[in-house]
């Protein structure tokens, strides 16, 4: 290598270098004697400084840090995306600093009741009643929105949107719907939704306990309904019970002041702590005829509900591993390890892409979902395939998050513990992963495998 060329080089290095700090360190070596080390370097070590050199202190540029990979957003229309937009400010502003509080009390916040009803996004894809008719894929959208920040305050709006009101629309009389849906609409009934029993869970398709017997103009509700969320301050409750006389699943909606209904607050919950679930019991709970589903007429009619909420449970749970996702992947810029951010490591990386690979994946599956639903073309088996396959990635993807956080990850004031424990909760309910599995198993063979 000639001498102007070693001289170009080690002018380009001295280029990139501190003057300031230069100047410290010529006071404590001879800087003529490096220089001319340098000098006598071979290009291809000089190079390799230079790398070192430039390497350790230019500084790197952050990438935005969005969850939407393949830019799944963009394809609402602009009207969608405001109202998502809309959706996102108010979880950032209104639910995020408070969040970490009220789980921790196992408390809800009332106060945020008002300003979530101000989105106007309640039974945001029913028709009539004062609800705003929009797309399932917009829903959707949302439930992810709202369990990106918080999975408890997307499941309390889920009981109130999804469960309960659903369960008026595709069940209820003209009448009923009438009188029920604009207040829930507004927020100002809030509503529960009572299926699962202490010992009927998974089996509530043909096992329920609960039983109703209809005397002159009224019923008598007797038994017992455990995990309802919503229901210790809900103004109404869904009651499913089983007709002694024909046998048939009948829905209720008993208000919180008829006589014979008591719902205690179950406690000791390690997920979904804001939420607030309750044991109900039913003691010859007397509920008008006026108060009967008038469309429920088995438990056919009580699975429509669950179909479309089902499909609402996989969105909150891509909505749980994005906040997760998105929590871990800001963290690996900030936290620095060896003297760089732990984003920089392989094995970093690896649970970064393998995350974010699952999470498309999650997206890309409710969105396709979501439109099958806007088709008109959703069955149980596609909810349930969608509600297994999220929710297991999903605990996959949080456990990783967890994992990044070193230590600071089972601490609450970093949301991810929160995370971890609410995928928990999202992985169990609406039909566990065994359940769903059945059903989907069931329509691609075309044998049950039920006992
Ligand atoms: C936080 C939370 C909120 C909830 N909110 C509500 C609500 O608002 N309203 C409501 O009605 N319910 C609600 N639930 C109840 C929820 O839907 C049930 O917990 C769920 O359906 C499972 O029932 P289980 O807990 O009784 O479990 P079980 O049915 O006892 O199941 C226990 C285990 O056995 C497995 N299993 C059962 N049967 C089979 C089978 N045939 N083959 C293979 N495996 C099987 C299950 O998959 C599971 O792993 C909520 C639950 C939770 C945790």
Redesign the pocket.
């Known amino acids: 290598m000639s001498f102007f060329k070693k001289l170009k080089s080690t002018a380009t290095l001295l280029k990139e270098l501190d003057l300031d700090a230069i100047a410290r360190l010529s006071q404590k070596v001879d800087l003529k004697k490096m220089v001319g080390l340098v000098s006598q370097m071979k290009e291809e070590d000089l190079q390799k400084l230079m790398k070192v050199m430039s390497g350790g202190t230019r500084e790197h540029k952050v990438p935005d840090i969005d969850g939407d990979f393949y830019d799944l957003s963009h394809l609402l229309s602009p009207e969608e995306r405001e109202v998502q937009l809309r959706v996102r400010e108010f979880m950032n502003t209104t639910i995020r600093p408070i969040v970490n509080e009220y789980w921790l009390r196992d408390e809800f916040p009332h106060q945020i009741v008002p300003e979530m009803a101000k989105l106007n996004v309640c039974g945001l894809t029913y028709h009539g009643y004062g609800c705003p008719g929009k797309s399932a894929l917009l829903e959707g959208f949302l439930a992810m929105e709202m369990a990106r920040v918080d999975a408890s305050i997307s499941?309390f709006f889920g009981?109130q949107s999804g469960?309960a009101m659903g369960s008026i629309y595709y069940c209820g009389s003209e009448e009923q719907k009438l009188q029920w849906l604009p207040p829930m609409q507004k927020l100002e009934v809030i509503g529960?939704?009572?299926?699962?029993?202490?010992?009927?869970?998974?089996?509530?398709a043909g096992g329920l306990t609960t039983t109703c017997k209809r005397q002159g103009d009224k019923w008598i509700l007797n038994g017992q309904?455990?995990?309802?969320?919503?229901?210790t301050f809900s103004d109404l409750t869904i009651i499913?019970a089983r007709d002694v006389d024909d046998g048939n699943v009948k829905g209720f909606i008993v208000e919180k002041h008829f006589p014979g209904f008591r719902a205690e607050k179950i406690r000791g919950?390690m997920?979904?702590r804001i939420?607030q679930?309750a044991l109900i019991t039913l003691t010859d709970c007397e509920v008008p005829e006026s108060h009967r589903l008038q469309n429920a007429n088995g438990f056919r009619d009580t699975a429509k509900v669950l179909r479309m909420t089902r499909a609402g449970v996989a969105w909150q749970a891509v909505g749980c591993a994005r906040g997760a996702y998105e929590s871990a992947l800001k963290y690996t810029h900030e936290r620095h390890q060896f003297g760089r951010p732990i984003g920089g490591f392989q094995m970093v990386q690896d649970l970064l892409v393998e995350m974010l690979s699952n999470l498309t994946a999650m997206q890309t599956m409710v969105f396709r979902l979501s439109q099958l639903q806007d088709e008109g073309k959703l069955t149980d088996e596609h909810a349930s395939l969608a509600k297994v396959f999220c929710t297991l990635r999903t605990r996959d993807i949080v456990s990783h998050a967890r994992e990044l956080f070193g230590g600071n990850g089972i601490l609450i004031e970093h949301d991810i513990a929160r995370f971890v424990a609410d995928a928990?909760?999202?992985y169990?309910?609406?039909?566990?992963?065994?359940?769903n599995?059945?059903i989907v198993g069931r329509a691609i063979t075309g044998q049950s495998?039920?006992?």
């Open positions: 499941t009981v469960l529960a939704f009572g299926l699962t029993e202490p010992e009927v869970g998974s089996a509530v309904k455990k995990w309802i969320g919503n229901a499913w919950k997920a979904l939420v679930n928990e909760a999202i169990s309910y609406e039909g566990t992963k065994e359940i599995t059945l495998a039920f006992v």
